[in-house]
Structures are given as C-alpha cells and as structure tokens.
C-alpha cells in the first residue's frame, strides 16, 4: 500500500471565532459561514464555477447579493448542475458554459468527505460529472465545509463513494466495481430514488461503493476504477482543492496549497 506524503505543504490561518451569543451555530450557520469566506477571493470580472449542494448554495446567494449591491460585477458563473443552474439563475448572476468559457478563474463547493490531504469524496448529491469537469480546471478551487466534512482518510467514513456509470447493462458495471475492491470488502449498490434508478443531469446512473477497509492508494483505486468500461466518472477528487475553508464552533480556519499562498 503506498503511503500519502505528510501535509506539510500546507499552511493555515485562522480568523477569530464570532463573538459569544446563547446560541451556538446550527450546521447550516457553519455552511454559511465557510461560504461567505470563500466568496472573499471573488473578484469583478472573474469567471466562477458554481458548485452544488447545501453548503455551495450560499455562496451562490452571497455573490448575487454582492454583484445585486455592485460590490462586484461582470462576473460570469459556470454551474456544475441543473440545480445550480436555477439557483443561480434565481440569484441573478450570468450564466455561461466550458466551451464559452473555458478557463476558470475560481470555482467553490462543498463535498461529502476531505482528508488532511486536501483529497476529496464528492458526488452525494450526483453532481460530480460536471463539477469534476469544471473544478478540474479552475485556477483555483475552493472547498468549503462545516467541520463534520473532516476524515481522516476519504473511504474511511464507510459511507457512500459515487460512481457514475452508464445505465447500458449498469448491474454488470456494478458487479465489476464491486469484485475491483474484494479485498477490501466493498459493497456496490445502485443508487434508487423514488422505486427508480436516480438519474444524473447528464442521464447516467450512479453505483455507491462501500468500502469496510481503508483504500490505500487512492490514485491506485482511482485508475482502476476509470478503467472499466461503462464507468463514467467517480467522486474522489484528488489533489484538486487548492483552498479548504473550514467553518466550525471556534471560527473559520482556513488551509491553503503553499505554492498558491506564496
Ligand atoms: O453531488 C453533490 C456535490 O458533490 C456536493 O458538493 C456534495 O455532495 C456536498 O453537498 P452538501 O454541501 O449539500 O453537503
């Protein structure tokens, strides 16, 4: 098994905790919090990628409340949904796509799972075609999180690992994810949703792998995974978070890349 290098590459600042009050913050606070943090590094006339979820929606209200109030404008927004879409829509800011725009300047999301590594588990939400796309190739990629998105390995969790498969013969396709990881006692099910197949914005269907053992190598497990024909894409991101703002009880901590900081 190969052993991930120590984070010490990264650095962390921390902001103060908000000011004592009877009322401690609810998960959505913390969420809301991390996003308004991330929104900081918005500047006018960048293009965003939107990402998707609970916690990405306030960011996506957060930039339309700034451009509304003209703190920033001629921003253009890349959502990585169909929901995102409509919120952003609803928020008022412009929408374009990767093939107008193909360089992005910042994309922020949230995600399901982040290990010390900056490596990532998104895709609960079925979303993580588009945003593997889009915060694949952003100059700088955001996450954002209340600190219940804290493993110390991605997997470790033994909650679901999505992976988006093509509905052609996708009992076959999960059969063959299932036997990729044997040894680590993985058990592959097809996402339903309402007595149906959940079906992603791009028509697939996603497999939830369950792991009762760590993964180990995950660039390993991630190549074999993309290997098998009738697989799409998977939900581990992998060394693509540039950023890691973490909201929780004590104040918003944030965690940069030390090439980006310097
Ligand atoms: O497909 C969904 C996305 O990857 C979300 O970013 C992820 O599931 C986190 O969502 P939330 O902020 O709602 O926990």
Known sequence: MAVAPPPHFFFFTTMPPPPPTA???TQDDLKRMAAHRAVDYVKSGMVLGLGTGSTAVHAIRRIGDLLRR?????????????????????????????????????????????????????????SLLREKMIEGTCERFVVIVDESKLVDCIG?????????????????????LQRLFVDLGCTAELRIEKGKPFETDNGNYI?????????GDLNDASDRILRLPGVVEHGMFLGMATTLIVAGKLGVTVKEKLELAS
């Open 156 to 176: 470790g969790s033994r909650l679901a690992m999505p992976v988006e498969v093509i509905p052609f013969c996708c009992n076959y396709t999960l059969e063959r």
């Open 207 to 215: 497999v939830n792998l369950y792991f009762e053992r760590d993964i």
């Open 23 to 25: 009322v401690s913050p």
């Open 70 to 126: 003209g703190e920033l404008s001629s921003i253009v927004g890349i959502p990585t949904s169909k929901q995102t879409e409509e919120q952003a829509t609803e928020a008022g800011i412009p929408l374009s796509d990767l093939e107008c725009h193909p360089s992005v300047d910042l994309a922020i999301d949230g995600v399901d799972e982040v290990d010390p590594h900056m490596n990532l588990v998104k895709g609960r939400g079925g």
